[in-house]
């Protein structure tokens, strides 16, 4: 589904490069980890995934075709799914008005089904009066829930996330790494998830490790 | 779910700080409200004025061409001593002048006096030195009478009428109507101190020509304010002895020579600005020789220049807190975006347009400003009546000033259609006679700024508010747009 082909970034100097030369495959219906030390470059190769930037060398293909010919923000919009560590909420809205703001953003086909967004968090165990009300007041892990419900609803067959336990407790913990099992499995989307936690990694189908500017199979 | 809902949403879970928002738009909005009141209002009141205050164009003797003929002749005849000879105006000229583009209406004015005849003119103490004293523009004073006449078209439109000097308290004025009759308004003191109103008919004796008595009919009395014995100068007899006729019995009692004629004819012109035109076309219809145009469009020119002073003032306002509230509210903006950076990110995250998002925060703004112009509304029009009110006050005073202090230099008695007719003696020309006015006492119409607040101020209003708004965000937004998301989210 997703290519990476001689994939490099570097900030100010290519001596200095993250990593070169990436060749890796990701497909449907599977979850990787990508772990490594911080400051490794993990969350930068991510973001090259999602399109939130573009790398320096190399290019990313999507079913075969470059994301940059697509266009950044076309595949954002209509391809890839992002969960944040710091969960990334409108922090002015409901975890309800959360899920239809991302439904019409990203013209996902269930585009302004009230219903369907609530099933999402039903699903994964917010309540009625918690999702009416203002997304702040919900705890770190009811946010991270609404975050995953969010990539749940729309139509995406990539989601990436960004260290999304970093910020729970263990039971938390667990809990969204079955969530992004599920989505991966039940919804045959390809997951990628940056973690510097063993067990999430471990919970993977497949893990990625990142160093000296190289990644390689774990597992 | 479209960036329409996302900014109402948004306004409306921080209503605290949308609060705050509308409170400094609307001081903004007011301030820039007032300007464009003021300014529109100074508008408005300098075409009010071009209608309103008018200007007039004079016909009367040409006195300059008189002068110089007289000493002409006395260059040539050194035995008698020379007299200066003024041609009456002829009405029939007049009436080729009314005829001209922008005159609205005309009057003519004839001065005389006569004697008052079975009853009593008023004595002062300053009219009794007027027999053998000093006569107003030298030359003999014999022959003069103890009434005042003055022939007019009509009394409305006298300047002493028109400019609420005189006022009529009982009976009517003297109107085209009354052209070929005996009929006379006099003034209430000399109403009062003969026992004298309105059908009572009084005797008045020419002092030249015939010298014939004359029974006239009082049709109206009217009260000169006090200010009008300020006019009178030594020679002069008191203002209660000042009657007004119509012009035509002026002329009778002066003689028969004078049928047709006046000593000056006054013009309104209808467009002030075309004062000039008028009087150019003017001196093409008449004997330049004889006969002289004159114009006054002083009030007019006084209240065009306060109203330019006050309407640069008001553009100065706008641009002032135009550009002040651009950037008060840019720096309010750029906070507000910066401190939304992370929401940015999450939009550009999710794929959302750029355009759309700038246009979230436009369409906020302009929820704020709607709100933020209806209170501007409310409140504009107290601060432009404050503010415009004092400005046209400060403009008035100055203006006046100026004016007063132009004429002191430069006032000629006698401006404003009463010239001298020809061969008349000084006492027919009686400065403080109903008909005439000088110079220094022409009143200075003061414009009055109406300051309302209509829907094309508030559109324009709205106008300038976006403008700020667009600016403000572009301002604001710009750089954060330009970076990727990773930056703005990440980084």
Same mark, same amino acid.
């Given at each position: ?15 200095? @490069? ?12 599977? @979850? &990787?980890?990508?772990?490594?030390? @911080? ?66 953003? +990203? ?57 999304? +336990? ?40 497949? @893990? &990625? ?11 | ?17 949308? *609060? ?17 009141? /003021? ?12 209608? $309103? ?83 107003? %523009? ?9 009434? =005042? ?51 009572? $008919?009084? %005797? ?65 012109? $209808? ?5 000039? =035109? ?49 950037? /008060? ?27 759309? /998002? ?22 504009? %029009? ?20 100026? $004016? ?68 403000? /965000? ?15 989210? *990440?980084?």
């Amino acid at each position: 589904m997703l290519k990476t082909t001689d994939l490099g970034y570097w900030y100010d100097r290519q001596e200095n @490069s993250l990593f070169e030369h990436v060749n890796l495959e990701f497909k449907s219906g599977t @979850s &990787y980890a990508i772990v490594g030390q @911080s400051g490794s470059g993990k969350t930068t190769f991510l973001s090259l995934l999602a399109g939130l930037d573009k790398p320096r060398a190399g290019q990313i293909e999507l079913n075969g075709e470059p994301i940059n010919k697509i266009g950044l923000n076309n595949y954002r919009k209509s391809h890839v799914a992002i969960v944040f560590q710091s969960y990334n909420l409108f922090n002015y809205m409901s975890p309800l008005n959360n899920l239809l703001t991302a439904m019409a953003v +990203t013209d996902s086909s269930h585009r302004g089904d009230k219903a369907f967004a609530a099933a999402m968090l039903h699903k994964l165990g917010i309540t009625d009066a918690q999702m009416t009300k203002n997304v702040q007041k919900l705890s770190g892990g009811q946010q991270q829930r609404v975050a995953i419900a969010r990539t749940m609803v729309c139509d995406a067959k990539l989601v990436v996330a960004d260290e999304p +336990t970093g910020n729970l407790d263990e039971e938390n913990t667990k809990y969204v790494i079955e969530q992004f099992q599920r989505i991966a499995h039940d919804q045959h989307k390809c997951v990628i998830i940056v973690t510097h936690e063993s067990d999430v990694a471990k919970a993977c189908d497949h @893990s &990625y490790r990142l160093a000296k500017h190289e990644f390689a199979l774990e597992g | 779910m479209n960036f329409f809902k996302r900014a109402w949403l948004n306004l409306t879970a921080k209503k605290g700080r949308s *609060i705050l928002l509308i409170l400094v738009t609307s001081a903004i909005m007011l301030f820039v409200l007032a300007g464009l009141l /003021i300014r529109n209002a100074a508008d408005s009141a300098t075409s009010n004025a071009k209608r $309103s205050v008018g200007a007039t164009v004079t016909l009367s003797a040409n006195r300059a061409a008189a002068f110089k003929q007289m000493r002409s002749r006395s260059s040539t005849s050194k035995t008698s001593r020379p007299k200066l000879t003024t041609s009456p105006v002829k009405l029939s000229d007049a009436k080729q002048i009314a005829q001209l583009n922008n005159i609205a209406s005309y009057s003519a004015t004839v001065s005389t006096s006569a004697n008052a005849t079975g009853f009593d003119a008023i004595s002062t103490s300053g009219n009794s030195s007027t027999s053998g004293g000093m006569g107003m %523009k030298g030359g003999s004073t014999s022959g003069s009478g103890d009434i =005042a006449i003055s022939g007019v078209t009509s009394t409305s439109s006298t300047p002493a009428f028109e400019e609420k000097s005189s006022k009529m308290t009982k009976g009517r004025g003297i109107t085209t109507s009354d052209e070929g009759t005996n009929h006379v308004v006099i003034e209430s003191e000399l109403a009062k101190q003969d026992n004298l109103s309105v059908g009572d $008919s009084i %005797k008045l004796k020419a002092t030249t020509g015939t010298k014939k008595t004359y029974t006239m009919t009082i049709v109206g009395i009217y009260k000169a304010s006090s200010s009008t014995s300020t006019q009178q100068g030594p020679g002069a007899t008191d203002p209660s002895n000042s009657v007004y006729t119509s012009y035509t019995f002026a002329n009778t009692v002066k003689g028969s020579k004078y049928q047709n004629t006046a000593d000056s004819v006054t013009f309104k012109v $209808s467009n002030p600005a075309k004062v000039s =035109a008028v009087k150019t076309a003017g001196k093409k219809l008449i004997n330049t020789s004889k006969y002289s145009l004159t114009t006054n469009d002083s009030s007019y020119q006084t209240v065009k220049a306060s109203m330019a002073n006050v309407k640069s003032f008001a553009d100065k306002i706008v641009w002032l807190v135009t550009i002040a509230g651009t950037i /008060i509210l840019a720096l309010i903006v750029i906070l507000m975006i910066r401190e939304r950076r992370y929401e940015i990110g999450v939009l550009l995250s999710l794929g959302e347009a750029r355009w759309k /998002i700038v246009a979230q925060f436009f369409v906020e703004m302009v929820m704020v400003l709607v709100v933020s112009i209806a209170v501007a509304g409310v409140g504009g %029009k107290f601060v432009g009546n404050q503010l415009g009110q004092q400005l046209v006050s400060q403009q008035a005073t100055t203006a006046t000033t100026s $004016s007063t202090a132009t004429q002191t230099k430069g006032g000629q008695p006698g401006v404003g259609g009463s010239a001298p007719s020809g061969n008349r003696k000084p006492s027919d020309n009686m400065s403080g006679a109903p008909g005439s006015h000088t110079s220094g006492t022409t009143t200075q119409k003061q414009a009055e700024l109406d300051v309302s607040v209509t829907v094309f101020d508030l559109v324009e209003l709205g106008g300038f508010g976006l403008a700020i708004m667009f600016l403000s /965000i572009m301002l604001a937004a710009g750089g954060i747009l330009r970076l990727q998301p990773k930056k703005v989210l *990440i980084d």
